[in-house]
């Protein structure tokens, strides 16, 4: 389900629109996995944490 932007995700969009090289608002993270992966089972994981964090399932 798409919902609409937030009044504080609407400006942090126009911001990155009217400077997009400033990385204020960029984050990035990343986990190592030791051992065999099943991918469809992380896809699914992956998508259940997009679809339960409503600040990243209104823009996916």
Known sequence: MKLPLTAAQAEIWI???F???NP???IA???AINGP????ILE???RLAVD???TL???S
């Open 44 to 46: 699914q994981a992956a």
């Open 24 to 26: 204020v608002y960029n």
């Open 57 to 59: 399932g209104a823009v």
């Open 37 to 40: 992966v099943d991918a469809r």
């Open 15 to 17: 911001a990155q629109v």
């Open 19 to 21: 400077e997009p090289l």
């Open 52 to 54: 339960d964090a409503g």
């Open 29 to 31: 993270d990343y986990y």
